[in-house]
């Protein structure tokens, strides 16, 4: 047990909650890291303890960090949302893709039907390709503003 990795979580007057990590080698984690989550009594007994080795670690991580609230040291977080694995791999595939982009699309749908129209209305290579699809349409609609302005103006004179 190496004591500068040791962290008192919760205390009452009647428990305490412990972490602390192993495995660390002259200041170095690697594989054999683990995080051992204990509890004492107010006379320094044991009441539980509990090992997770690395991929445990990862998991409680990363399900931690799935939550705005705590990843953002923020005072309120967003909705949770209980999503398919479908929706996660498109999120995934979206996560490389401009934020404004998708906020405006998710914006065209009411509420209660924004996964499913954002769904319906992507097609596989636009869910690749969604920055690209938007200019493009952005494009193709100032392209048909001018022209239609081109004919008010000649229709004008």
Do not use: W
Not at 127 to 136: P, S
Request: proline share 1%.
């Amino acid at each position: 047990m190496s004591v500068p990795y040791h962290l008192e979580i919760y205390s009452t007057d009647r428990f305490k909650l412990m972490m602390n990590y192993s495995g660390i080698v002259n200041d170095i984690a690697d594989a054999n890291l683990c995080l051992n989550i204990f509890a004492i009594d107010a006379q320094g007994m044991p009441i539980f303890t509990e090992r997770l080795y690395l991929d445990h670690i990862r998991k409680v991580f990363k399900h931690l960090n799935s939550v705005s609230i705590i990843r953002e040291d923020a005072s309120v977080s967003s909705k949770f949302v209980e999503t398919t694995d479908e929706i996660n791999v498109l999120l995934e595939s979206l996560k490389e893709s401009d934020l404004q982009v998708i906020l405006t699309l998710l914006g065209k749908f009411k509420s209660e039907n924004k996964i499913i129209g954002l769904l319906e209305s992507l097609s596989d290579l636009e869910i690749e390709n969604l920055h690209g699809a938007y200019h493009h349409k952005l494009i193709v609609s100032e392209i048909s503003n001018l022209k239609n302005f081109y004919f008010s103006k000649r229709m004008e004179t």
